[in-house]
């Protein structure tokens, strides 16, 4: 990606929200995995901290349109909300 700014602090500060989100909502894992994919950096396994996170851009971008800051962190609630309307699109577009 053209003009990428690596990942942002407030995207690797969140990583413990979105484990505590997911952690014991096995259900949800296969949804999270392939939710990090898409919004993963490409690259990001050549950058520290080696983690599959979203460039400064998009977590700014997503943190505004939820929570109207850039600085926000994600809440638990709203990232198994999210998940779970995630795991219920791809279900209706593929006719699960």
């Not at 995207?11 to 898409?38: D, F, H, K, N, Y």
């Not at 950096?41 to 950058?47: A, I, L, S, T, V």
């Not at 943190?63 to 994600?74: K, L, V, W």
């Not at 999210?82 to 006719?95: D, V």
Request: a positive charge; charged letters at 20%; glycine letters at 8%.
């Amino acid at each position: 990606m053209s003009g990428s700014t690596g990942p942002s602090r407030s995207a690797v500060s969140s990583v413990p929200v979105v484990a505590r989100a997911i952690g014991r909502r096995p259900w949800l894992w296969a949804t999270a995995l392939g939710t990090v994919w898409r919004l993963a950096e490409p690259g990001w396994w050549r950058r520290a901290p080696h983690l599959p996170l979203p460039n400064d851009h998009l977590w700014s971008f997503r943190m505004i349109t939820a929570y109207g800051r850039a600085n926000a962190q994600p809440d638990v609630e709203d990232i198994v909300a999210y998940l779970e309307w995630c795991r219920s699109a791809k279900r209706h577009r593929f006719g699960r």
